[in-house]
T-cell receptor
Framework: DSGVTQTPKHLITATGQRVTLRCSPR?????VYWYQQSLDQGLQFLIHYYNGEERAKGNILERFSAQQFPDLHSELNLSSLELGDSALYFCASSVKAALTGELFFGEGSRLTVL | GENVEQHPSTLSVQEGDSAVIKCTYSDSASNYFPWYKQELGKGPQLIIDIRSNVGEKKDQRIAVTLNKTAKHFSLHITETQPEDSAVYFCAASTTNAGKSTFGDGTTLTVKP
């Protein structure tokens, strides 16, 4: 158990809908990262938050947004969903703002868009 | 930005044999290179990492080597066991970056 909690584990929805994925980082970790893993694909970086502030952005679509709250949990919002958004979404946390060590990953939220 | 290429995409070995997975990176400023293991239905988990001031690091049956001049690093697993079967990801980042760039993964199968 990495200590990172992601909910929901599975989500099935229809095209055009909006969903919210939630992540609780390890106790004491200030950084939260979101990654997308499509079928047979690697981990694509979406966005990084540190202590409530956005620190880095990857190839995140404009339909997607994220935030980190004062209690350090984070939410990834996906809107106007398309079939191609079906993927496993991982949250990871670390202690510092800079990536100088291990990322602790949650078990992921599997999104299926029908 | 950083680009990480990982080979092979699939690797099948007999139990007890060695397995080698190779990655190349493009950004010469990258200085942190972790390897993650992802078992079915789980999130990736760090198994070993290396920083740019070190050429090799070992942890029991696992070792990583880094060639900064050639911009490539490799994962070596000796005496493979069936429980080593998983997807392995390499990654590269710079100390002050806000992200790690991952390779596309290698599916390792260890046959008993």
């Amino acid at each position: 158990d990495s200590g990172v909690t992601q909910t929901p584990k599975h989500l099935i929805t229809a095209t055009g809908q909006r969903v919210t994925l939630r992540c609780s980082p390890r106790s004491g970790d200030l950084s939260v990262y979101w990654y997308q893993q499509s079928l047979d694909q690697g981990l694509q970086f979406l966005i990084h938050y540190y202590n409530g502030e956005e620190r880095a952005k990857g190839n995140i679509l404009e339909r997607f947004s994220a935030q980190q709250f004062p209690d350090l949990h984070s939410e990834l919002n996906l809107s106007s969903l398309e079939l191609g958004d079906s993927a496993l979404y991982f949250c990871a946390s670390s202690v510092k703002a800079a990536l100088t060590g291990e990322l602790f990953f949650g078990e992921g939220s599997r999104l299926t868009v029908l | 930005g950083e680009n990480v290429e990982q080979h092979p995409s699939t690797l099948s070995v007999q139990e007890g044999d060695s397995a080698v997975i190779k990655c190349t990176y493009s950004d010469s400023a990258s200085n942190y290179f972790p390897w993650y293991k992802q078992e079915l239905g789980k999130g990736p988990q760090l198994i070993i990492d290396i920083r740019s001031n070190v050429g090799e690091k070992k942890d029991q049956r696992i070792a990583v080597t880094l060639n900064k001049t050639a911009k490539h690093f490799s994962l070596h697993i000796t005496e493979t066991q069936p429980e080593d079967s998983a997807v392995y990801f390499c990654a590269a980042s710079t100390t002050n970056a806000g992200k790690s760039t991952f390779g596309d993964g290698t599916t390792l199968t260890v046959k008993p």
